[in-house]
């Protein structure tokens, strides 16, 4: 069989629908269960009422459908983009624009980056109606939205001009990398990325997070004394606990330790910081001490080095892709079938179809086990805090957590297999009781 451009845009629109029409099954069999199940778990009865697990599964009906039709809308358009070669038709579009300011269709460079512009603000507009519904209706009805017009605004405004700042660079000189390496461009390219991923994880917590979020420093008392001496009896080289005012953005909460060298910083989210609400007459929020069995599973991640592993993994991923990419890349069929003329073969556009198209199905598989592997060391984390006797402060805290973030408890195998990087909440308490079981026989 002669592969030609038809035939491969073909297989490429194929593979996209049967993914999507696996992952729409997933969400239906998940769906299912929140419209049938009604009982609440055994384990979590005595810290879920009827009136708090209702409104979790409601809240997980709203998400499901909403997801639906999500994914639905951004499977077709990504047809249409597809099927009409719009691609090449924003390359055109771009041509035309650098035509404006006497820019020649020879610098390729200049060219992508107003590509990618073009790019990135379709992908604004096209998604900014979802995103719009998620926050002003779908979480606003469930009790999370804190946002006002105002600050969406301006969140979505910096995000996006963030977005061009950072990538347009890395674009410009990777774009270069590949031009000029030669032989070993695969080798140089791979350096670069892994040294830019480096570098933002690194400048991520003091330069990108407080462009988003208000951080304070956590005033002194038993929960500043408690972390502290968490931290140093593990020889966790902290150097400040912070306060960030998630409330100002949603009702979720959270908790995570940043910094990828040297020193760290502890961030809670406000909304994890136990609070009473004397008109509703709740409590949300976590103790103290379940706040400290969250910290020792986030310290689980640090000393079991989680996070080096993963980029470890990230690393060799990368460079596979870029070897990949690298023997790939010079196919003239890549360009064509996309509408391209013979002999215009933009590097921009061989990165996007060689890494995102050709190479979908590799990428899908690979999610499927790294989400696998996320759960393993989850489980890791919660292992390492019950070793630190923390088992019944981490539980609490699960519980509580999945309340007020309306965590419905139950999951289909099959679709928490493939989405979720996280255990479910049961499984992390029966994981805690086996571990609570293990050490009373030792």
């Known amino acids: 069989m002669v592969l030609d451009e038809g035939l491969l845009l073909l297989l490429i629109l194929i593979f996209s629908w049967v993914e999507y029409t696996w992952e729409l099954y997933l969400s239906l069999r998940q769906l299912r269960i929140y ?13 879920l009422n009827e009136e708090s697990f209702k409104k979790a599964r409601l809240y997980g009906i709203d998400k499901s459908q909403y997801k639906i039709v999500k994914e639905f809308y951004s499977i077709s358009l990504t047809s249409v983009i597809l099927y009409n070669r719009w691609i090449s038709a924003a390359w055109q579009k771009s041509e035309h624009i650098a035509a404006v300011f006497n820019i020649s269709p020879n610098q390729e460079i200049i060219i992508s980056c107003i590509f990618m512009t073009f790019v990135t603000l379709f992908n604004f507009v096209v998604n900014m109606p979802f995103s719009i519904y998620e926050i002003f209706v779908l979480e606003e009805k469930h009790g999370f939205n804190k946002q006002t017009i105002g600050f969406f605004i301006k969140d979505q405004l910096k995000s996006l001009i963030l977005s061009l700042v950072i990538t347009l660079p890395i674009v410009s000189i990777a774009i270069y990398i590949i031009m000029l390496g030669g032989n070993m461009f695969v080798v140089w390219l791979w350096l670069f990325t892994t040294v830019a991923t480096l570098l933002l994880l690194t400048i991520y917590p003091s330069v990108i997070a407080p462009l988003f979020d208000k951080f304070v420093p956590l005033p002194d008392g038993t929960l500043r ?13 902290l150097s400040q606990i912070y306060i960030v005012e998630g409330s100002k953005r949603s009702a979720h909460s959270n908790a995570y330790f940043s910094g990828l060298f040297g020193a760290k910083r502890i961030v809670l989210f406000d909304t994890l910081l136990e ?40 690393e060799v991923n990368l460079l596979l892709l870029f070897t990949a990419f690298g023997l790939l890349f010079k196919y003239s069929l890549l360009y064509t079938s996309l509408g391209f003329p013979p002999g215009q073969e933009p590097v921009i556009i061989g990165l996007i179809v060689v890494l995102q198209l050709i190479l979908a199905p590799y990428n899908s598989l690979l999610s499927f086990f790294a989400t696998a592997l996320s759960r393993k060391y989850e489980f890791e984390a919660d292992n390492f805090a019950v070793s630190l006797n923390y088992p019944m402060e981490l539980r609490s805290a699960l519980i509580k957590l999945g309340k007020d973030n309306l965590d419905y408890p139950i999951y289909d195998k099959l679709y928490s297999a493939w989405y979720h990087s996280h255990p479910t909440l049961l499984h992390r308490i029966e994981n805690i009781k086996i571990q609570v079981s293990n050490k009373k026989g030792d």
């Open 225 to 237: 004394k408690g972390i502290e001496n968490l931290a140093s009896k593990l020889n966790f080289p």
């Open 35 to 47: 419209k049938t199940n009604n009982t609440i778990p055994e384990d979590l009865k005595e810290m």
């Open 275 to 314: 609070k009473h609400d004397d008109v509703k007459k709740v409590t949300t929020g976590c103790s103290e001490n379940e706040i400290l069995g969250v910290l020792a599973h986030e310290l689980g991640h640090w000393k079991c080095s989680h996070i080096y592993k993963s980029i470890v993994l990230t």
